[in-house]
């Protein structure tokens, strides 16, 4: 099953709706995001944020999650790519008081619902590739 075709749009929706928007990772894997060089990929680096009280390892979670859905939205061509894909703009939402902090949960839901709606216009579909798995 060809997941990234215009017809499928509507399992990423029900992925959304019944993951709490998780599934922008399997998205980002079906788009080819995930860098093996990346600080993500490096599994020192999860022993070391977890072992550390949890806290900074659940801080790595929503990195990623983030970084992920950055990166599918821009591969998408979601308007705007240059504003969200810059680190800079996500620090400032989570400095700035009030505004920030209200644009912060505004922004993401912009980014799942832009990506819904271009994977709903077919920009998914030349991102699909041939003989993935064979079977034999």
Avoid: R
């Avoid at 999860?46 to 591969?75: D, Q, R, T």
């Avoid at 949960?105 to 216009?121: E, F, G, N």
């Amino acid at each position: 099953m060809e997941l990234l075709k215009k017809d499928n749009w509507w399992i990423w929706l029900l992925l959304f709706l019944f993951s709490n928007g998780t599934g922008v990772i399997a998205l980002s894997a079906l788009l080819g995001n995930m860098d093996k060089d990346s600080w993500y990929a490096k599994p020192s680096n999860w022993i070391i944020g977890f072992l550390c009280f949890l806290f900074p390892g659940f801080i790595m979670i929503s990195v990623f999650s983030i970084e992920m859905l950055v990166l599918a939205a821009a591969k998408l061509d979601v308007k705007y790519k240059e504003i969200y894909l810059s680190p800079f703009i996500w620090l400032f939402m989570l400095i700035i008081p009030i505004i920030g902090w209200i644009l912060f949960p505004i922004v993401i839901i912009y980014l799942h619902i832009a990506i819904l709606i271009k994977l709903y216009q077919g920009n998914g579909e030349k991102y699909i590739q041939k003989d993935n798995f064979v079977l034999e």
